[in-house]
């Protein structure tokens, strides 16, 4: 079965500090990738994604994530994060031949003090 | 534009008890999804629509659980009767169906269901 890790649960920086969550997922075919934020009080949206293509992508508010296939990996970087980006942020992976369902890691709580 | 928007926000029931969540999704989408998120664990799909039609519902729990989603619009989940396991976070999403292409799903902000 289909399955999404990260290695993180709770993440506590300082502000300016850089950033680097870890999501590694399990299945051997073409995946979409995806990373989702779900900031206190509001609803989960799509912070960047991955299709094909440049393996480095780019998503809204400074945040990127590298896709490196031999690896399974897919983690999300920011060079300097800011108090705003206090959030639980969610890696994602869909398999194009088993539907278009969104399997998801457990979460990775990050905390930026001010 | 409105997002998804799902009712109620919140529900505490008793076990046995039934519960219907709502979800509105965006309109114009085909597509919506049910995902759940128990506490401590990570969200997981439960079933996917198609306009009226159930595409996959490989993900319910077991058969106390019936979506429903009459005319294409509005999707219900009812659970019946509830357990203490069924507590969680039930999210509702939504995308445009394009053909040959993946689409982004749109959240709503989720019920949290807590049976005591």
């Known amino acids: 079965a289909q399955s999404v890790s990260q290695h993180n649960h709770h993440v506590i920086l300082s502000e300016a500090a850089s950033l680097e969550l870890g999501c590694n997922y399990s299945y051997g075919g073409t995946v979409n990738l995806f990373w989702y934020v779900q900031y206190p009080g509001q609803h989960l949206q799509l912070l960047l994604k991955?299709?094909?293509?440049?393996?480095l992508v780019k998503g809204i508010k400074g945040f990127e994530a590298e896709f490196i296939k031999s690896k399974f990996s897919f983690n999300l970087r920011k060079p300097s994060v800011q108090w705003s980006d206090t959030a639980e942020y969610f890696c994602a992976v869909n398999a194009p031949q088993a539907g278009t369902a969104l399997i998801f890691g457990k979460g990775t709580t990050l905390s930026v003090s001010s | 534009e409105a997002g998804v928007t799902q009712f109620p926000s919140h529900s505490v029931i008793e076990k046995g008890q039934t519960v219907t969540l709502r979800c509105d999704p965006i309109?114009?989408?085909?597509?919506l999804y049910w995902y759940r998120r128990v506490m401590g664990k990570e969200i997981k799909f439960l079933l996917h629509?198609?306009?009226?039609?159930?595409?996959?519902e490989s993900g319910m729990p077991n058969n106390r659980f019936l979506a429903e989603r009459t005319g294409g619009t509005y999707s219900t989940l009812k659970v019946q009767p509830a357990e203490l396991e069924d507590s969680g976070v039930y999210f509702c999403a939504s995308s445009l169906r394009l053909a040959g292409s993946y689409n982004e799903q749109f959240f709503g902000p989720g019920t949290r269901l807590t049976v005591l």
């Open positions: 991955y299709f094909s293509g440049d393996p």
């Open positions: 629509f198609v306009k009226e039609s159930k595409q996959d």
């Open positions: 309109s114009g989408h085909d597509n």
